[in-house]
């Protein structure tokens, strides 16, 4: 299905306590794409209908991290590590996430190689819940040249994830709630070569960690790309344009956002899209539906 440039009016049926709109994300399911949305005016109320706003379309950047939600599928690697697939209730509502235990006295990680597309400053990201490690971490490691690019240590405090630098060169970023205990932790890795062998390893238990400790993790993202983007599931190759786009404005005006309909009153047989919301910080508010019958 391709994005309708004669659509004049669009109604997005969410929770009405959500407010301050700021950003939206469309999933088109026919052709299992996402485009990254951006509306004209912010700051809008949920529950007021034909809101004046401009709708603007462009896909989100690309995914180069593979079998993002199966950490137990190829090309992952795990190295003194189990993981236990379909563990647990994934940020989407599916049963998606994996746990992953550390087997070893040794650090236990599972890993996969990166095949960027250029140089420099790249994002990585990945969706955590507690288990029982008090420390699990993160690593990008150049197997080429034998170095540690970037070395992240994530802490739990107060059920939040706090991340922190311990080796090489990147940038930690706070973590984002997104309900039910999860969170999405994100950082950056200075200095790429995409010549190199780039790994990225995940580690159930890292600082002071000790055998048989666990984290819950699912869809992770590796960026081409210095910034961060909406998150995009992948299988077996990478997913997503090579960077975000301005996009492009179906109409100037005349999307109108309300909640007069619950998601349950209408059949699912009917659902096209779903769209993702997310306030002003970056984090996701939740989803909602948009419908076939919507013309």
């Not at 949920?46 to 079998?67: D, E, F, I």
């Not at 090309?75 to 989407?92: F, K, Q, Y």
């Not at 690019?149 to 630098?165: C, E, F, H, I, Y």
């Not at 769209?275 to 019958?293: H, M, N, R, T, V």
Request: with cysteine; net charge negative.
């Amino acid at each position: 299905m391709e994005p309708r440039a004669d659509i004049k009016n669009l109604n997005i049926v969410a929770p009405s306590e959500v407010d301050n709109l700021d950003r939206v994300r469309l999933y088109n399911h026919e052709r299992d794409e996402d485009y990254g949305v951006e509306l004209g005016t912010l700051g809008v109320a949920l529950g007021v209908s034909q809101a004046n706003l401009a709708l603007t379309l462009g896909k989100h950047g690309r995914n180069l991290c593979l079998q993002s939600e199966a950490l137990g599928t190829g090309p992952w690697t795990l190295d003194r590590a189990t993981v236990t697939s379909d563990a647990a209730v994934a940020p989407d509502g599916t049963t998606t996430a994996d746990l992953l235990t550390r087997t070893s006295a040794l650090d236990s990680s599972v890993y996969q190689n990166i095949a960027y597309t250029g140089n420099g400053t790249k994002a990585l990201s990945v969706f955590v819940k507690q288990g029982t490690a008090p420390a699990p971490g993160f690593m990008v490691y150049d197997t080429t040249t034998s170095a540690t690019l970037v070395d992240v240590a994530m802490t739990w405090t107060g059920g939040v994830p706090v991340l922190s630098k311990q080796g090489g060169s990147g940038t930690m970023f706070t973590a984002i709630p997104v309900g039910n205990g999860w969170f999405r932790v994100a950082f950056t890795v200075d200095s790429i070569v995409a010549a190199n062998t780039n790994r990225l390893l995940c580690f159930a238990s890292y600082i002071g960690g000790a055998n048989g400790q666990t984290v819950y993790l699912w869809g992770a993202q590796v960026e081409n790309a210095s910034t961060l983007s909406a998150y995009v599931k992948t299988t077996t190759v990478p997913v997503g344009a090579e960077t975000d786009s301005a996009g492009k404005t179906l109409f100037p005006a005349g999307l109108g956002v309300g909640n007069a309909a619950a998601a349950s009153t209408i059949p699912v047989s009917g659902l096209v899209k779903k769209i993702e919301i997310f306030d002003a910080a970056g984090a996701s508010l939740g989803f909602a539906p948009l419908y076939s019958s919507i013309t």
